[in-house]
């Protein structure tokens, strides 16, 4: 029985003012009214987060029958639901106190509405209006409160709280942070860190969001206002990771202003991570290409077709290798792969990385064809998790919050049969004390999750292959078998620990209902993820009490349609090198690539034998500053298109804003250079698609594809009942008045020719779709209008309809043509079990880990903050052994780099492994040979000077960025002046 | 005249209480004894539900039905909770009450061994005291007294060779009333800021860290030892009325000899005030009184002859409390008096639910004007909507409607005071007492209200 049949069964009447409703069982009673789209205003409570009954105001009048006509006051969120049970909103008694409970609370709170960033979408301002609380009473002074340095990302406004524990029991409870808290008493509760300092949690930005008041707000957006009703939006898919978290981005004046939550409720459900929030900034950085280059214009105006195709004519049928992109939509994938052909597309993975891949596939194939992998909330319900060589808080920060929640499972049970409900948020958490469901990891590096476990292991990579191998096969042996077993040499070559790690996972794993097992490729290792499918596979036949789900998280937010292109025939970087040297192809098309599988010296090599290069991106990158030609290609904000998440999902995101001209999506790019190099003759299969010719916009595209290859997914797009909704509020303002700078005359709005939204405020509301640009609801000017659209609280969205899955069936002709040099594949693995070296791996890092996040200036100066000092963790073993001592500064050095880090000793650390947060060494997710060696006081003082120095030269880009886009302002880029590519 | 029996307090010593060897002389552990070794838990706890003992820390609930609730499990259950636990509520920081310090102060083996009788009852393991922080010297008796007992096998494993283990620590609060509010206590101590927690589930299914936990006041527990050795008739006919027992009341204001004594559960306010608390101080006549505590409401002169039981206290619109009654006299300002009381409130409240953390510091507000002589006649209608919007059933805890209680009744009992404050623009006691001099929202520290 699926979600929907089970609340339906579940729902029971309730008389609401004396008309009878059908209100589910399974929420509280205020979740009940709010579900009937009534209004009945709350504080403290949060759909995720459940009840405390702090603010008290959701209070209504609850009877006995119909004969009692005084009633008893009850709180809506601390109350179940229950049969015929008679309650009235409209009450006197009721309504005078949720009148009074707001009184009470303005008695501190400061008339600033017109200066407070929350202003025009604020739940105080809503609910206030809502208890119809109008004149003050109170003659007294206000409390006043001194307001934190929070970091570069949430502001603080403590003046304006109410009191309402929403913070921290999302930072703390929820999210599980340590630097945040309450405290004080009585009318003087503050809630802030200990002392200034940035906020450490991977979440922070989610209280802007849960802050029903404007203590926390969004910083960034804050520095460069809007009001909301004056920003345009669209629905956008985050581009920062592969969960696909749903996000309305809004824009205004050609620049992006911030991203909020979406709410999504088989992912994202009311939270994002910080990545997700902030990351958008690199769309205003300075590095974004916003002209084409390399192409003579013939009017200085505009960049025309022809240009275009001018430029591009001189390699009229020739080959070229495509490069894709993890980061790039699904059609330009697509598209890149049927204009270069099969032989000549390449997903810009090495040997080692095209293995993983091959290996991914396989375990997709083998697992994923009649099922499909389990979504966000799914794995919230998970009461067991083995966690394989993830550092999730850095690589899928929201499944880490998931899995926390999931941890709390086995308490939530404990309260469940005590006859406590879910909702019961801190009688749960009184229930549960320290309980938490069994979770067991495994990684090279501490992580946030660890605290979680019953146990963890920090292991390599080939390590932790062989304790999955282990695991395997004691799991698939009987008894008798296994005291076998564990007298033979092979049991014996594991530790202690790792014995007992393997016999404790089988423990739990016999008792779990929903167990789960997790793990990805951000260590690129083909072994793990050959391990975990022989796990799997051993598990299918086990005849285990439940099934065992696997997750799998690859790094991007479009990997998994990238992997859905890969095939036999795709090339490897090395591959594309070979070829590009031996002449075989004339050049190279980049699409949305920064090829970072290159050194320096194979791009030079590269670059050398080039005839051409072709790079489509948005923002520059060491390959674009090679590049012949160079087109600018839209952001996620400028464009439209299709991301895959994790499970296979496609998802759509929607143009926000049309940038200025040259931007365009990268698949419309594409379709210029199918057009003018016309590949016709190099590649057979598109003998029949000759007369190409460039797309408008994303349906064109989708037919063409569906008309000419078999492979690509039937995407449907929404019908629309009627005409357009509008990515404008009702009430913005100015939009016909922005360029009277210029002239007088309203600007023309520029037609979407792609979709259902509108570049103006007159359409439809923003619910008439499934996909919506902002929330709003009469009365519900905050994120919390969302409860208006969704079918019940915190359940399906009104308009919800099915998500199309790529296909996971990858099977083969054959096995050997990938491109895996097994000798290679097995040099890198000898050097890492060699043990004699010290292997570093690099702890996650929310704001450089992305390459596009962390072009946002904000990002770049987190990331070198001065507040922690770069750290290596090394076993205690090893740091006795060279006489060192923690806290001391050690000069670190590998391919070719070398910096300073301080050191720190981790008990848990087998002697050969080292782990750390330096900056440069972030991206070899491998492992990485490095020496140590001592430096001088010295040496160290002028390393900090070099960090400081380094660090005001971030803060003055974030400054002039931000002056920039103040500048712009002035200058409304918009499309007002027809012409250009656009318009041909 | 009869002798009164008093178990409570006749081995109480204030100068130096009874060593162990002393108490055990004097008759002490003969209960405890008789619980481990010739009750059942069952056993006792029918004997305590029989003997009618009803809760002393305030709100009179009977202590029987209330350790009744706790899961009981055999030996060899796998369902057993790894830990039970007993508190002792110890933290007293009700304005005018001072019945546990005295007998922490004068006989902590009392304590020791009722928590032994308790903690059998309910199988628990492990026992905490939760002392008021300002209390020293009973905190270093008891560590004294549990030391001793901890020697002789009266704590610690299998007690006096029975296969009955528990553990008893002192821990001394940080000072806040709320923690005595007994699941702010439990949060407390378990570190977490004393916030009241959400009821169901209560303490006694899930309380300290999660486990089953009973947390009883300190002269609760301390009628045990009698109640085991005595019987539940012995205990119910030391009072003359329906609620049985002995009680500690005690008196502050301005009365000829302050202070506290064991008295049959039920003796008149008369008896207490005129023959025990010696009657009003020269020069000073009856104006009411707070019958138990800071957080009921005041009664008047005419209610002298009634009983203070929680019954009949209840009938004439009050509530027992903690039986110790404040005494206001006509030369203080019954303005003044509830001003000082809603301060101490306002600074204490946790700070958790709207109605009282920002509805007391109202109160203050207004109060603190109409006191000063600036109030207006809508003051009085704030007042009575702040004692409505704090009233049970709107907050989270019982706190908030404790400090309405005296409010509510002196605008009942003395509207006139408020109104002459009102339309004379001044207070009219001339005398300097405490408010006037520190007219300020934000004084340091609530306190009591002697004088
Ligand atoms: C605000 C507040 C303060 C309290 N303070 C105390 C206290 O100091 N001592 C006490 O024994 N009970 C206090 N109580 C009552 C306790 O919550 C609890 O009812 C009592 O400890 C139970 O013990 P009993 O059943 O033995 O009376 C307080 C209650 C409230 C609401
Ligand atoms: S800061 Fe915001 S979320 Fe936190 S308690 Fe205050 S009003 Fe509530
Ligand atoms: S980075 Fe990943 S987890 Fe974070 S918001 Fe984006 S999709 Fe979600
Ligand atoms: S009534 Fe509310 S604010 Fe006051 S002490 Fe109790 S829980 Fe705290
Ligand atoms: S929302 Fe119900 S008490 Fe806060």
Redesign the interface.
């Known amino acids: 029985m699926d979600d929907k049949n089970i609340s339906a069964a579940q729902k029971v009447t309730v008389y609401i003012d004396n008309i009878a409703y059908q209100v589910s069982k399974e929420n509280n009673l205020l979740a009940g009214v709010l579900s009937q789209k009534l209004n009945l205003p709350y504080f403290c409570w949060h759909p995720s987060m459940g009840s405390v009954g702090a603010c008290r105001q959701c209070a209504v009048t609850q009877y006995q029958d119909e004969n009692d006509t005084r009633g008893r006051l009850v709180m809506a969120c601390m109350t179940s639901v229950s049969d015929g049970m008679r309650i009235s909103l409209q009450d006197k008694d009721s309504a005078k106190f949720r009148e009074q409970v707001i009184g009470a609370m303005m008695t501190n709170h400061p008339h600033d509405c017109p200066v407070c960033a929350e202003g025009g979408e604020c739940h105080l301002q809503d609910m206030t209006v809502m208890t119809g609380h109008s004149v003050r009473d109170y003659q007294g002074t206000k409390r006043t409160f001194n307001n934190q340095y929070l970091g570069e990302l949430v502001g603080h406004e403590m003046n304006r709280c109410i009191t309402c524990y929403r913070c921290t029991r999302f930072y703390n409870d929820y999210a599980g942070g340590k630097d945040f808290g309450v405290y004080g008493s009585k009318n003087q509760v503050y809630f802030g860190r200990q002392k200034d300092g940035t906020l450490a949690s991977e979440f922070s930005g989610n209280l802007v969001e849960v802050c029903p008041t404007g203590v926390f707000t969004n910083k960034v957006f804050s520095a460069h206002y809007t009001r909301k009703w004056d920003l345009q939006s669209a629905p956008s898919v985050c581009a920062h990771c592969s969960v696909g978290c749903n996000t309305s981005i809004g824009e205004r004046y050609g620049s992006v202003r911030r991203v909020m939550n979406r709410y999504n409720y088989d992912l994202n459900g009311y939270f994002l991570c910080d990545r997700g929030r902030y990351g958008i900034g690199f769309v205003n950085s300075a590095q974004r290409i916003k002209k084409a280059q390399g192409i003579n214009q013939t009017s200085p105006e505009k960049l025309t077709r022809l240009d275009v195709s001018r430029a591009l004519a001189h390699f009229r049928d020739k080959r070229f290798i495509g490069i894709g992109s993890a980061r790039a939509s699904l059609e330009a994938n697509f598209y890149l792969k049927q204009i270069v052909g099969e032989d000549n597309f390449s997903a810009g993975y090495n040997r080692q990385q095209m293995a993983v891949a091959k290996e991914y596939q396989q375990l997709l194939s083998d697992n994923f064809i009649d099922d499909k992998m389990l979504s966000l909330r799914e794995i919230e319900q998970c009461d067991f998790i083995l966690l394989v060589g993830e550092d999730l808080t850095k690589t899928s920060p929201r499944i880490a919050l998931a899995l926390r929640q999931a941890c709390r499972n086995s308490g939530i049970e404990k309260a469940a049969s005590m006859g406590v409900a879910s909702w019961q948020d801190s009688a749960v958490r009184t229930i549960s004390g320290k309980r938490n469901s069994p979770f067991f990891a495994m990684q090279p590096m501490a992580t946030k999750l660890d605290e979680l476990t019953e146990q963890c292991l920090l292991l390599a990579p080939d390590d932790i292959e062989q304790v999955m191998l282990a695991l395997t096969t004691v799991l698939c042996l009987t008894d008798n078998e296994k005291s076998n077993y564990f007298h033979q040499e092979e049991w014996q070559a594991f530790t202690f620990e790792q014995q007992s790690f393997i016999n404790k996972v089988i423990s739990a794993l016999a008792t779990a209902k929903k167990p789960l097992i997790v793990t990805g490729d951000s260590l690129l290792s083909a072994k793990i993820l050959l391990a975990t499918n022989k796990l799997m596979a051993c598990l299918k036949n086990q005849a285990t009490p439940s099934k065992v789900n696997l997750v799998v998280l690859p790094s991007a937010s479009n990997s998994i349609g990238l992997l859905s292109l890969i095939d036999e025939k795709s090339i490897s970087s090395e591959q594309v090198l070979a070829k590009v040297s031996t002449k075989t192809v004339a050049g190279l098309i980049c699409l949305e690539q920064e090829l970072t599988v290159y050194t320096n010296e194979q791009l030079t090599l590269l670059r050398e034998h080039a005839e051409v290069i072709i790079v489509l991106d948005h923002s520059e990158s060491r390959v674009s500053q090679l590049a012949d030609i160079v087109l600018p290609a839209a952001a996620i904000s400028e464009g439209n298109g299709h991301f895959v998440n994790y499970q296979g999902r496609i998802q759509r995101f929607s143009q926000v804003h049309a940038a200025a001209l040259p931007i365009l999506d990268s698949w419309k790019w594409l379709s210029y250079i199918e057009k003018a190099l016309d590949f016709s003759i190099s590649n057979q299969a598109t003998l029949q698609r000759k007369k190409a010719k460039p797309k408008e916009n994303l349906a064109e595209l989708h037919d063409y594809f569906s008309e000419n290859f078999t492979l690509w997914p039937t995407l449907k797009d929404e019908q629309l009942e009627q005409k357009f909704v509008a990515r404008m509020t009702k009430r913005a303002s100015g939009r016909t008045s922005q360029s009277a700078n210029f002239s007088v005359h309203e600007a023309k709005v520029v037609e979407d020719k792609d979709q259902h939204y509108r570049f103006s405020m007159e359409g439809n509301k923003p619910n008439a779709v499934k996909n919506m640009p902002f929330t709003w609801a009469p009365g519900w000017n905050s994120n919390q209008s969302i409860n208006h659209h969704q079918v019940e609280i915190q359940g399906q969205l009104s308009h919800y309809s099915d998500d199309v899955y790529v296909s996971f069936n990858f099977t083969r002709e054959s096995d050997k043509n990938v491109a895996v040099n097994d000798d290679t594949l097995a040099a890198v693995i000898t050097d890492l079990t060699a043990k004699k070296t010290l292997t570093y791996f690099p702890q996650g890092c929310l704001f450089q880990g992305e390459w596009q996040s962390a072009l946002t200036a904000e990002f770049q100066l987190l990331a070198h903050s001065l507040e922690k000092n770069p750290t290596l963790y090394l076993s205690t073993e090893f740091v006795e052994s060279q006489g060192w001592e923690p806290g001391q500064w050690l000069n670190v050095s590998a391919d070719n780099k070398s910096c300073f880090a301080q050191l720190k000793c981790n008990n848990e650390l087998p002697q050969y492994l080292v782990y750390g947060n330096i900056n440069d060494f972030v991206d070899h997710k491998s492992g990485l040979s490095i020496k140590l060696t001592e430096v001088s006081e010295a040496d160290v003082i002028q390393y900090q000077k070099n960090r400081q120095t380094h660090y005001q030269h971030l803060k003055v880009i974030q400054q002039n960025t931000l002056k920039q886009l103040k500048i712009s302002d002035q200058h409304i880029p918009i499309r007002f002046v027809a012409g250009g590519l656009d318009d041909a | 005249m009869i002798e009164i029996i008093r178990p409570l307090t006749q081995l109480v010593n204030l100068q130096s209480p009874l060593s162990l060897n002393d108490y055990i002389s004097e008759g002490g552990y003969q209960g405890a004894s008789k619980a481990l070794h010739d009750y059942s838990p069952k056993q006792v706890l029918d004997l305590v539900g029989d003997s009618g003992l009803k809760g002393r820390g305030g709100a009179g609930f009977p202590t029987g039905m209330k350790w009744s609730c706790v899961p009981m499990f055999e030996a060899d259950d796998d369902n057993a909770p790894a830990f039970k636990y007993l508190v002792a509520n110890a933290d007293e920081m009700e304005p005018g009450t001072f019945k546990d310090r005295y007998l922490l102060e004068g006989a902590p083996h009392q304590l020791v061994e009722a928590m032994i009788i308790a903690a059998y009852t309910i199988a628990a393991n492990r026992g905490y005291i939760f002392l008021r922080g300002e209390y020293h010297l009973a905190g270093k008796r008891l560590q004294q007294a549990i030391n001793e007992a901890y020697q002789q096998n009266w704590l610690g494993k299998n007690i006096q060779g029975t296969n009955f283990s528990f553990d008893l620590y002192v821990h001394t609060s940080a000072g806040?009333y709320?923690c005595g509010e007994e699941t702010a206590l439990i949060n407390a101590l378990e570190g977490r800021?004393?916030n009241p927690?959400?009821?169901?589930?209560f303490p006694q299914?899930?309380?300290l860290?999660?486990?089953p936990t009973v947390v009883n006041n300190v002269e609760t527990l301390c009628n045990l030892p009698h109640i085991v050795k005595q019987g539940a008739d012995w205990f119910k006919a030391l009072s003359p009325n329906s609620d049985s027992g002995t009680k500690i009341y005690a008196a502050c204001g301005r009365v000829k000899s302050p202070g506290l004594w064991e008295l049959p559960m039920g003796t008149t306010i008369r008896e207490i005030l005129y023959q025990h608390a010696g009657g009003m101080a020269g020069g000073f006549k009856l104006r009411g009184l707070l019958p138990g505590g800071a957080s009921t409401d005041f009664l008047l002169p005419e209610h002298l002859d009634t009983p203070m039981d929680f019954d009949s206290i209840a009938k004439v619109g009050s509530r027992l409390g903690t039986g110790g009654l404040i005494v206001l006299d006509d030369k203080n300002c019954p303005v003044a008096m509830v001003l000082n009381l809603m301060r101490f409130f306002?600074?204490?409240?946790?700070?958790?639910?709207?109605?009282c953390?920002?509805?007391?510091?109202?109160a203050v507000?207004?109060l603190t004007?109409i006191e000063q002589g600036t109030g207006r006649k809508e003051d009085l209608d704030?007042l009575y909507?702040l004692c409505d919007?704090m009233w049970l059933?709107?907050?989270?805890c019982a706190l908030a409607p404790g400090a309405v209680e005296p409010l509510k009744s002196a605008l009942r009992y003395f509207s006139d005071e408020f109104e002459q404050h009102i339309d004379n623009g001044c207070c009219s006691y001339q005398q300097d007492n405490i408010v006037n001099k520190s007219l300020t929202?934000q004084s340091s520290q609530g306190g009591a209200v002697h004088g």
């Open positions: 806040r709320i800021r004393a927690r959400a009821k169901p589930p299914i899930s309380g860290f999660g486990q306002a600074q204490e409240s946790c700070g958790f639910c709207t109605p953390r920002d509805g007391t510091p109202w507000e207004v004007r704030t909507n919007f059933g709107k907050t989270h929202l």
